[in-house]
């Protein structure tokens, strides 16, 4: 490879040449560099030293920890400077050489390195991603640790590090420009923070995960000059703390820096900013994210009509109907006097603080004040004359019209019929946008679900011990001023398909909105927003080039099959389970490594686990059908709408269509894979990537697995193994995780281990892939 000195000014495009799906959330990973001079290691970060360890010398007398990483971006214009300055100490006995080895963004273009060990400036080489490539395979290989098999696709600077005494701290500086590129109407830093992981030993044969000892203080930041330019920043793979003053903007990373950061920063001047980011594999439809945020210019915020309707059955008594009360004093703040309100109170009889809407000025708060303080529970629910109440008097075109509507209990007065009380508040909904919140276990989630669904609104499920005024609260801030209602998305000669949501929810002041979606075609396309201000019609645009194929922004794939799988949920849990549905809901799942309630975290409970399968529950409704390939079937759905595990299972699923970002999945799936484990109710059993493992001599075997099914054996760690893991990116956490595996597929079963085949050629490839995932019969 050819040396360049890193000072040395010019430009570097680093093309990205991974091929992957979707991009995964990485929990309790393989250390990235836990054989780096080996002992124990804290990983997380972005370079590392790679040692040079000469034939004879003593591996257990090196140890080479990095202590912390600080990185600082200061962004002008169009162009970000970087400075990344990572400490390492030498822990060992023995004097320790290496290189350092720093992962670069695939898809970014960069002017000007200079890297510095101290005051010494040091001379190195930048790899391309297919260079690079061939450098973490044969780093992983050695190691016999598939940690780096996530930076594929990744280029890569690598310079000479000089050796470093025994209690030495050396600091390692690294200084670079990247141009930000546009995303629609916004710019976007793209930065890889290297691979999450624990701490690792390294063992006779492979490294084992161990409790995390000494921790890596990290820190991202960013600067921003010239604020006023821009609008909120937002990413959809890190949490973010955002702070203005003076004109500038400083923005944090707050959570551990991990895996590719993505910013982006729309840019202010329009109303309604559009920020556009594409993913496609070669072969397919490709995948889209499109990220709409109100400006500061956005205008006057449409006046609304809010009808409030709170249950005062007799079992809201006590701290619920305490808080409920607060809720709506606070909710009473939150309105514009160009609001109109209506107070809706609902136990055996309905009870109106006024007949008409009342304009939000001072002394119809007051008396609606009033009128909530003498509130009292008792009586039966008849939610049938509240809904009649809520959709009774109509709204002009000017204005938007929102019901939030608040219960704690199964109908008992009046209608009871769960269906038909959907039924009749779906054809009376019209315009209103409905928000339900259901307090408590005992509520109907099929009802409050549809009541949700038949507006663009949404529906949110207050458990047990949490703060209904909290809940209520957050809700009135955020639909406070709404900007753009009525959205309707078009890509001009770039087909949008999918789009989830599927009804384009309004956008409100402070609140940026994210849509994910598939698309067909390539070249420039005109992305256009059209939505409704005050009754007045209105249209944004932004233009983007859509690609043939391309292996940037992998995190959209699994963001966007985490909003599928939601709105299937919904309606799996709306409209009754069907054969197809179910299958629909479990293929996407599986695909894309997200949990569901027919893979893993069904397990509900411990003798459900039988015999390495999982088997149905007698008189608890339909089983779903069996896995193919296996013999084995899933748990059924609980036929009960209410209780905690539907009110549960609602929630997750209101939490998948409202999953925004990588961070939000890591969450969910944390949660999801705990419980997995927990019901099981054994510690050799693992939930991971939508699926679950239990370890039967030494190797992890997929509980979806039938003995009778065909098996495929790819050696670890050879041609192979890293070709199927690209073919098949719904393997790479696993893998990543589990050092021996058998994985279910549809038609064939994937096995890795320290034996098997170690080469397939392109049709062998293809042909496995589409055995696994059942394409090869559809």
Same mark, same amino acid.
């Given at each position: 490879?050819?040396?360049?000195?890193?000072?040395?000014?010019?430009?570097?495009?680093?093309?990205?040449?991974?091929?992957?799906?979707?991009?995964?959330?990485?929990?309790?990973?393989?250390?990235?560099?836990?054989?780096?001079?080996?002992?124990?290691?804290?990983?997380?970060?972005?370079?590392?030293?790679?040692?040079?360890?000469?034939?004879?010398?003593?591996?257990?007398?090196?140890?080479?920890?990095?202590?912390?990483?600080?990185?600082?971006?200061?962004?002008?214009?169009?162009?970000?400077?970087?400075?990344?300055?990572?400490?390492?100490?030498?822990?060992?006995?023995?004097?320790?050489?290496?290189?350092?080895?720093?992962?670069?963004?695939?898809?970014?273009?960069?002017?000007?390195?200079?890297?510095?060990?101290?005051?010494?400036?040091?001379?190195?080489?930048?790899?391309?991603?297919?260079?690079?490539?061939?450098?973490?395979?044969?780093?992983?290989?050695?190691?016999?640790?598939?940690?780096?098999?996530? +930076? $594929? !696709?990744?280029?890569?600077?690598? *310079?000479?590090?000089?050796?470093?005494? @025994? %209690? &030495?701290?050396?600091?390692?500086? /690294?200084?670079?420009?990247?141009?930000?590129?546009?995303?629609?109407?916004?710019?976007?830093?793209?930065?890889?923070?290297?691979?999450?992981?624990?701490?690792?030993?390294?063992?006779?044969?492979?490294?084992?995960?161990?409790?995390?000892?000494?921790?890596?203080?990290?820190?991202?930041?960013?600067?921003?000059?010239?604020?006023?330019?821009?609008?909120?920043?937002?990413?959809?793979?890190?949490?973010?703390?955002?702070?203005?003053?003076?004109?500038?903007?400083?923005?944090?990373?707050?959570?551990?820096?991990?895996?590719?950061?993505?910013?982006?920063?729309? +840019? $202010? !001047?329009?109303?309604?900013?559009? *920020?556009?980011?594409?993913?496609?594999? @070669? %072969? &397919?439809?490709?995948?889209?994210? /499109?990220?709409?945020?109100?400006?500061?210019?956005?205008?006057?915020?449409?006046?609304?009509?809010?009808?409030?309707?709170?249950?005062?059955?007799?079992?809201?008594?006590?701290?619920?109907?305490?808080?409920?009360?607060?809720?709506?004093?606070?909710?009473?703040?939150?309105?514009?006097?160009?609001?109109?309100?209506?107070?809706?109170?609902?136990?055996?009889?309905?009870?109106?603080?006024?007949?008409?809407?009342?304009?939000?000025?001072?002394?119809?708060?007051?008396?609606?004040?009033?009128?909530?303080?003498?509130?009292?529970?008792?009586?039966?629910?008849?939610?049938?004359?509240?809904?009649?109440?809520?959709?009774?008097?109509?709204?002009?075109?000017?204005?938007?019209?929102?019901?939030?509507? /608040?219960?704690?209990?199964?109908?008992?007065?009046?209608?009871?019929?769960?269906?038909?009380?959907?039924?009749?508040?779906?054809?009376?909904?019209?315009?209103?946008?409905?928000?339900?919140?259901?307090?408590?276990?005992?509520?109907?989630?099929?009802?409050?679900?549809?009541?949700?669904?038949?507006?663009?609104?949404?529906?949110?499920?207050?458990?047990?011990?949490?703060?209904?005024?909290?809940?209520?609260?957050?809700?009135?801030?955020?639909?406070?001023?709404?900007?753009?209602?009525?959205?309707?998305?078009?890509?001009?000669?770039?087909?949008?398909?999918?789009?989830?949501?599927?009804?384009?929810?309004?956008?409100?002041?402070?609140?940026?909105?994210?849509?994910?979606?598939?698309?067909?075609?390539?070249?420039?396309?005109?992305?256009?927003?059209?939505?409704?201000?005050?009754?007045?019609?209105?249209?944004?645009?932004?233009?983007?080039?859509?690609?043939?194929?391309?292996?940037?922004?992998?995190?959209?794939?699994?963001?966007?099959?985490?909003?599928?799988?939601?709105?299937?949920?919904?309606?799996?849990?709306?409209?009754?389970?069907?054969?197809?549905?179910?299958?629909?809901?479990?293929?996407?799942?599986?695909?894309?490594?997200?949990?569901?309630?027919?893979?893993?975290?069904?397990?509900?409970?411990?003798?459900?686990?039988?015999?390495?399968?999982?088997?149905?529950?007698?008189?608890?409704?339909?089983?779903?059908?069996?896995?193919?390939?296996?013999?084995?079937?899933?748990?059924?759905?609980?036929?009960?709408?209410?209780?905690?595990?539907?009110?549960?299972?609602?929630?997750?699923?209101?939490?998948?269509?409202?999953?925004?970002?990588?961070?939000?999945?890591?969450?969910?799936?944390?949660?999801?894979?705990?419980?997995?484990?927990?019901?099981?109710?054994?510690?050799?059993?693992?939930?991971?990537?939508?699926?679950?493992?239990?370890?039967?001599?030494?190797?992890?075997?997929?509980?979806?697995?039938?003995?009778?099914?065909?098996?495929?054996?790819?050696?670890?760690?050879?041609?192979?193994?890293?070709?199927?893991?690209?073919?098949?990116?719904?393997?790479?956490?696993?893998?990543?995780?589990?050092?021996?595996?058998?994985?279910?597929?549809?038609?064939?079963?994937?096995?890795?281990?320290?034996?098997?085949?170690?080469?397939?050629?392109?049709?062998?490839?293809?042909?496995?892939?589409?055995?696994?995932?059942?394409?090869?019969?559809?």
């Amino acid at each position: 490879m050819d040396e360049m000195g890193l000072t040395r000014a010019g430009r570097c495009n680093v093309a990205s040449e991974t091929r992957r799906l979707g991009t995964k959330v990485v929990w309790a990973m393989m250390l990235m560099a836990a054989a780096l001079l080996g002992g124990a290691t804290p990983v997380v970060g972005q370079g590392w030293i790679e040692p040079d360890v000469r034939p004879g010398v003593d591996r257990s007398s090196l140890a080479v920890e990095k202590t912390r990483t600080d990185v600082d971006v200061r962004i002008e214009g169009q162009v970000a400077r970087i400075e990344v300055s990572e400490w390492f100490v030498n822990r060992g006995g023995r004097v320790a050489e290496g290189e350092y080895h720093y992962p670069l963004p695939g898809e970014a273009v960069f002017e000007g390195f200079s890297l510095f060990q101290g005051d010494l400036e040091l001379r190195g080489e930048i790899m391309d991603a297919e260079r690079a490539r061939r450098i973490y395979e044969e780093i992983v290989r050695r190691r016999a640790d598939p940690a780096l098999i996530e +930076l $594929a !696709g990744q280029g890569l600077l690598r *310079a000479r590090v000089f050796p470093i005494q @025994p %209690g &030495e701290e050396r600091r390692v500086t /690294l200084r670079y420009t990247q141009v930000l590129e546009r995303a629609g109407n916004a710019l976007q830093l793209a930065y890889v923070g290297g691979v999450r992981g624990e701490i690792t030993r390294v063992g006779d044969r492979r490294p084992t995960s161990v409790p995390q000892g000494r921790g890596l203080e990290t820190s991202f930041t960013v600067e921003v000059r010239d604020a006023d330019r821009f609008l909120q920043p937002f990413s959809p793979t890190h949490e973010l703390s955002v702070e203005r003053r003076s004109g500038r903007m400083t923005v944090r990373v707050e959570e551990e820096l991990g895996g590719r950061l993505s910013l982006f920063l729309p +840019l $202010a !001047g329009e109303a309604v900013g559009l *920020a556009i980011a594409t993913h496609r594999p @070669p %072969g &397919e439809a490709g995948y889209f994210m /499109l990220t709409l945020s109100p400006g500061r210019d956005a205008g006057r915020a449409e006046p609304r009509d809010v009808t409030v309707v709170v249950d005062v059955s007799g079992s809201m008594s006590g701290e619920k109907i305490a808080q409920a009360k607060e809720a709506l004093r606070q909710l009473l703040g939150t309105l514009s006097e160009t609001d109109r309100f209506r107070l809706v109170a609902f136990s055996s009889a309905v009870r109106a603080e006024s007949r008409e809407w009342r304009t939000a000025d001072a002394a119809a708060v007051r008396r609606a004040t009033r009128w909530i303080d003498d509130l009292d529970a008792d009586g039966g629910t008849n939610i049938e004359a509240a809904l009649q109440e809520a959709f009774r008097l109509e709204s002009p075109r000017d204005r938007l019209p929102v019901v939030l509507f /608040l219960t704690d209990g199964l109908p008992s007065v009046g209608e009871e019929s769960p269906e038909r009380l959907a039924e009749m508040a779906e054809r009376r909904a019209g315009r209103i946008r409905v928000f339900a919140f259901g307090v408590g276990h005992d509520v109907n989630t099929h009802l409050l679900d549809r009541l949700g669904q038949a507006g663009r609104g949404d529906t949110d499920y207050v458990e047990p011990g949490e703060n209904v005024e909290r809940a209520l609260s957050v809700l009135a801030a955020k639909i406070r001023h709404p900007v753009l209602t009525d959205l309707a998305l078009s890509g001009g000669r770039i087909d949008l398909d999918e789009v989830y949501p599927v009804r384009i929810p309004d956008v409100f002041a402070g609140q940026e909105l994210v849509l994910f979606g598939r698309f067909e075609g390539e070249g420039g396309g005109r992305v256009t927003v059209r939505g409704q201000r005050a009754g007045r019609s209105l249209a944004f645009t932004a233009d983007h080039r859509f690609p043939d194929a391309s292996d940037t922004h992998a995190y959209i794939p699994r963001l966007w099959a985490a909003r599928k799988l939601g709105h299937l949920e919904r309606q799996l849990w709306t409209e009754g389970e069907t054969a197809s549905l179910v299958e629909e809901i479990r293929t996407l799942a599986l695909r894309y490594g997200l949990p569901s309630r027919y893979t893993s975290y069904l397990v509900e409970e411990p003798g459900l686990v039988a015999d390495g399968r999982i088997r149905g529950t007698p008189g608890r409704g339909p089983t779903a059908p069996a896995v193919r390939g296996g013999s084995s079937s899933f748990a059924p759905v609980p036929s009960a709408a209410s209780g905690a595990v539907a009110v549960r299972a609602a929630n997750q699923a209101r939490q998948r269509r409202d999953t925004r970002s990588e961070a939000d999945l890591r969450v969910a799936e944390e949660e999801l894979a705990e419980l997995a484990m927990e019901r099981a109710g054994s510690a050799t059993t693992r939930g991971i990537g939508g699926r679950l493992f239990r370890q039967r001599d030494g190797v992890w075997e997929d509980m979806a697995h039938a003995p009778s099914a065909r098996v495929t054996t790819i050696r670890a760690f050879s041609a192979a193994y890293f070709e199927v893991v690209q073919a098949l990116p719904e393997l790479e956490r696993i893998v990543l995780e589990l050092p021996a595996v058998v994985v279910a597929g549809e038609e064939v079963s994937v096995a890795v281990r320290d034996e098997g085949v170690e080469e397939l050629s392109s049709a062998q490839l293809a042909q496995l892939v589409a055995s696994f995932r059942g394409s090869a019969r559809r």
